[in-house]
């Protein structure tokens, strides 16, 4: 099956910086991917819909300027999380369709992100 | 897309076949049923999908019964390693939206 990484795989920082997390489409091309978010003993939330060489659709609810997705290449969509504060901490997951005209998602393995 | 409704947990003898319900009485005619599981703190696996027909694959069957309302996942041999949570999702684009799901736990 198609692989997707996430990088890094766990962070924490201070309230009110900026982090970055990076997913890759390891050995296939993707146009599109999806980034969840994941509260403990909650499931996950679709919060966006990345898209090769335009806009990042989000979900309503999800502020879009807190919340920064740019999909430069084919291959990576990064999510960047803007002036973090604790309530930002959460499990944070992205997906990518996978290719040979399967609709499957395939799923990175997930950025733990705690904000002290 | 259509709503499911899974059990919230389910526990399983190891090495004994694991039967995990859903129902899908809303699905319309081009949605497919996909299953997922989540095993603690990891990104969700694929399993498996079908649309009218039962599936097979090296991890699970999945039974569809014939009216589309309801659908089975069929672990054949239950391991320690499939405790996880299953997700049964409906969908017909890419967007999945996952619902509760159910928490297996594999006994020895």
């Known amino acids: 099956g198609a692989v997707v990484s996430q990088h890094p795989s766990w962070v924490i920082c201070k309230s009110g910086t900026s982090v970055k997390i990076e997913c890759r489409s390891l050995?296939?091309?993707?146009?599109?991917m999806f980034w969840y978010r994941q509260f403990p003993k909650q499931s996950l939330m679709l919060m966006a819909t990345?898209?090769?060489?335009?806009?990042?659709?989000?979900e309503q609810g999800v502020e879009k300027d807190k919340f920064l997705i740019n999909h430069a290449s084919l291959t990576l969509s990064t999510l960047t999380v803007t002036s973090a504060h604790p309530e930002d901490s959460s499990f944070y997951i992205c997906?990518?369709?996978?290719?040979?005209?399967?609709?499957?998602?395939?799923f990175g393995p997930g950025t733990r992100l705690t904000v002290l | 897309d259509a709503k499911t409704t899974q059990p919230p947990s389910m526990d399983c003898a190891e090495g004994r076949a694991a039967n995990l319900p859903c129902n899908h009485s809303?699905?319309?005619?081009?949605?497919?049923v996909y299953w997922y599981r989540q095993i603690h703190s990891q990104g969700p696996q694929y399993i498996i999908h079908?649309?009218?027909n039962n599936e097979t694959n090296e991890m699970a069957s999945l039974i569809i019964t014939e009216d589309r309302k309801s659908s089975t996942l069929i672990l054949p041999h239950a391991t320690l390693r499939d405790t996880a949570v299953y997700y049964c999702?409906?969908?017909?684009?890419?967007?999945?939206?996952f619902g509760a799901g159910t928490t297996v736990t594999v006994r020895a």
């Open positions: 999702i409906v969908r017909t684009i890419y967007k999945l939206s």
């Open positions: 050995d296939f091309q993707a146009t599109t």
């Open positions: 079908g649309l009218k």
């Open positions: 809303t699905i319309s005619g081009n949605e497919y």
């Open positions: 997906s990518a369709p996978g290719t040979g005209g399967t609709d499957t998602q395939y």
């Open positions: 990345s898209n090769e060489g335009s806009k990042a659709t989000y």
